[in-house]
């Protein structure tokens, strides 16, 4: 009775706490302007099961895409035990599916502890690659600190539930053996596919009551583990794993050379071609003026699907590693683009939900986080998105921060400035005259 | 050769009463640059050969505004695209040819929403079309046994999804087309994109057209192919880097095809 009740607890705790974290990320990201994203269902469903769920673009690198797979599979069906456990606990059952499933479940639970198994490896390898392996992408400027601890405490929290997984079942295993398991079932085994020969291996020695005592350390250090884990991801790099699915359906879905249009500045430029616009005309009734900026220079400026992109990135560094500047020494990392826009965001959700809505701390992305010369390193070649496995876009960041720069605070490289006056004198970025451009026909 | 070529404009076209099938759209590049100009005329061969009742803007052909919405002026590039599609709308072009991949993704994906809809293509399109419909033929003979690599420009390719074209031609050449590491969707940038053509770079440890050129003579080609004049540039200054000038010519799609059919 204690039990359920301590977890009846904890289970609440969990769910609530769990929910307000992702209602702050929900009401951060939609800090950002409006994008019209709700257009062609059926493509971006298409996109959704390719890239997030099927991890299409994962497998253009073969072998880190099978290990991050096992560990993708193993997570995603260890959901049904999980369930089991929730189950159990708030009913104080014992393997409650174990006799409402029957066969299904030996076969349910033999596949959680072969991939259990396989994500196991998986884990040690990623450490290793993480720590051992001299991977550049794992060792950028931006990769020290809490970042580069942040994604080896997974790891180890992964470990340490699989360890869990296999402590509960393997006890249970030699406990049904000796006729002592509180689970409902016929014969002397359950007959899962790892712990009915590990189980004996590890636990045959042990009397029925340590075993017992075994089986609950690892019972509750799994759904412990689990609601840790629920509730670290909001504040990891990991929630990647649930952002990743919508934020693949809210895929960018034309051809990647294309940049948006301005629509503010598309209106004043056809005021300006207009003879009859009168530039001193008060706004008609019910006109919104729009006091929009041009350009970005804080998150808010961002479209909302550039800040869940930001929360969607789990800070693997694919778009870096295939970058032009970054690969040629420059400081730009569209990888940190995206951590510096995902921290300057979690900064001001916390400074408006403590100080309100109006507080201004003086400091924004653009300048306190992310510097000109990372933003005017960039070729625009697309590598970095081309590369991202959950379709983020560090690109269109880039260039709304430029649009600010330029158009905001006229803040330009010389020779940009140059290119920009020939464009508008005389229709060339060099400095050529327009009456000359036909000349190459005559020439030898 | 080269003076044979005939070149009209729309103006003149339309003056006769008549109108181009296509639309050839230089390009600033194409129209100032010393190297490029020779790509426009390699284009114009291929044109005039095939008969294609093509015409150009001449003097009324204006930036496309890429460099200045990459360089985050959109006002300049906002003038421009609104001087263009009254230009071209005027005239009712419906189709475009384009050698330059970032005229041809402004045009094709970034006119639309402001009034400008044309059917856009890049020249390397068009030739392999052209040669698919066999209006185009070429003898492999001067190519011959040469070894080729073709560097993806991200504005063809990345950008817009268009690797085949051009490795489609080259293969008529029967010579030997060899792939970079990165090739492709992994294509590396030659450095020029984004506005970065008309600027010094940003520090670091090395150019990236640099980079790139070294990545494309460690297959030790005759030629290195390009889509993009500014592409083109740098590759060019690359190979120079290295003084592999005799060994290695940087060549666009376009003049290969013209020098193997002997225009």
Partial sequence: MVSIIVFTILFLFTIIFFGWNVLKVRKNILLGKDLNRSDNKAKRIKTMLLVAFGQKKMFQNILPAVFHFFIYAAFVITSVELLEIVVDGLFGSHRYFAHTL??????????????????????????????????????????????????????????????????????????????????????????????????????????????????????????????????????????????????????????????????????????????????????????????????????????????????????????????????????????????????????????????????????????????????????????????????????????????????????????????????????????????????????? | MSNSISVPTVADMVAKGESPEILFWVGCAGSFDDRAKKITKAIVKILNNCKVKFAVLGQEESCTGDPAKRAGNEFSFMMQAMQNIQLLNGYEIKKIVTACPHCFNTLKNEYPELGGNYDVIHHTQLINSLMREGRLKIEGGSFKGKKITFHDPCYLGRANNEYEAPREILNKLDSELVEMKRCKTKGLCCGAGGAQMFKEAEKGRKEINIERTEEALEKAPNYIATGCPFCNTMMTDGVKHFEKESQTAVLDVAELIANAAEL
């Fill in chain 1, 102 to 444: 029957g066969g299904v479940y030996v076969f349910i639970v033999s596949t959680i502890e072969i991939l259990s198994v396989l994500a196991f490896i998986a884990t040690l390898v990623f450490l290793a690659r993480r720590n051992l392996l001299k991977i550049p992408r794992f060792h950028m400027d931006e990769m020290t600190g809490w970042p580069k601890l942040d994604g080896n405490i997974i790891l180890y929290l992964e470990i340490l539930l699989i360890v869990c997984i296999f402590t509960m079942n393997g006890a249970d295993e030699v406990l049904l053996n000796k006729g002592s398991s509180h689970a409902d079932v016929e014969g002397a085994t359950f007959g899962f596919a790892v712990t009915s020969y590990l189980g004996p291996l590890i636990f045959g020695g042990f009397d029925v009551q340590t075993l017992e005592i075994f089986e609950r350390i690892g019972w509750w250090g799994h759904i412990v583990m689990v609601f840790s884990f629920l509730n670290y991801l909001p504040y990891s790099k990991h929630f990647h794993i649930l952002l990743a699915f919508p934020n693949t359906y809210y895929s960018n879905l034309n051809e990647k050379g294309q940049l948006s249009n301005l629509s503010n500045v598309k209106k004043e430029v056809e005021n300006m071609f207009d003879p009859n616009f009168d530039p001193y005309a008060a706004p008609a009734e019910g006109e919104v003026v729009d006091p929009e900026k041009f350009g970005a220079k804080d998150v808010q400026d961002l479209t909302w699907k550039n800040l869940m992109d930001a929360y969607t990135c789990t800070e693997c560094g694919r778009c870096s590693s295939a970058c032009p500047a970054n690969q040629t020494g420059k400081k730009l990392s569209p990888r940190k683009i995206m951590m510096d826009t995902r921290d300057r965001l979690v900064e001001v959700g916390n400074n408006r939900r403590k100080h309100g809505d109006d507080y201004d701390d003086g400091k924004s992305l653009l300048g306190d986080f992310i510097t000109q010369e990372e933003i005017w390193a960039c070729t625009s070649c697309n590598a970095c998105v081309q590369e991202c496995p959950v379709n983020i876009d560090p690109l269109s960041i880039i260039i709304d921060l430029r649009r600010y720069l330029v158009m905001e605070e006229s803040k330009v490289p010389g020779e940009l400035a140059t290119m920009l006056t020939n464009i508008e004198n005389n229709g060339a970025p060099w400095q050529f005259s327009p009456s000359d451009r036909a000349n190459w026909i005559n020439e030898e």
